[in-house]
């Protein structure tokens, strides 16, 4: 499946890991403790609000925020992402960038199509040129 990153239709998501997963709509309804929930409307949102797509994340078992954070990687200005932030208890510091399958392919693609060089997205994209050079060894590109 390619996902596009960059255009994310959350609704559109659940409703096709519900018909992968053969997810019952009594048992979402249940889940959700609401036996008025339209599927339907659901399966039409754009985007959903947090504490909802953390009850979608727990039923489907499937993270939907790294959706989002696959979009951040992948499309979002890297100073902002990479800037130095106080550390603070009250803020979670991450201190290693998680990239799926799927980043790692879409990141190959690029490079084995000409789209983008190895130095282009070494400087865009924030990979060291190590990484980069292992996953092009791995998924023989």
């Known amino acids: 499946m390619n996902f596009n990153f960059k255009e994310i239709h959350i609704g559109q998501l659940i409703y096709?890991?519900?018909?992968?997963?053969?997810?019952?709509e009594s048992r979402i309804k249940n889940f959700f403790n609401n036996q008025d929930l339209d599927l339907n409307e659901v399966y039409k949102l754009k985007d959903v609000n947090t504490e909802d797509l953390l009850k979608w994340s727990k039923l489907l078992r499937y993270d939907l925020f790294r959706i989002?954070?696959?979009?951040?990687?992948?499309?979002?200005?890297?100073?902002s992402l990479t800037e130095k932030v106080v550390v603070n208890d009250q803020i979670p510091i991450f201190k290693k960038s998680i990239y799926t399958k799927e980043v790692i392919l879409f990141?190959?693609?690029?490079?084995?199509?000409?789209?983008?060089?190895l130095e282009q997205v070494i400087k865009e994209y924030n990979i060291p040129k190590t990484t980069l050079y292992r996953w092009l060894k791995k998924y023989n590109l």
């Open 68 to 79: 989002y954070s696959q979009h951040l990687m992948l499309y979002a200005n890297i100073e």
């Open 16 to 24: 096709n890991i519900v018909n992968y997963k053969n997810i019952e």
């Open 107 to 117: 990141i190959c693609e690029l490079i084995n199509n000409k789209q983008k060089t």
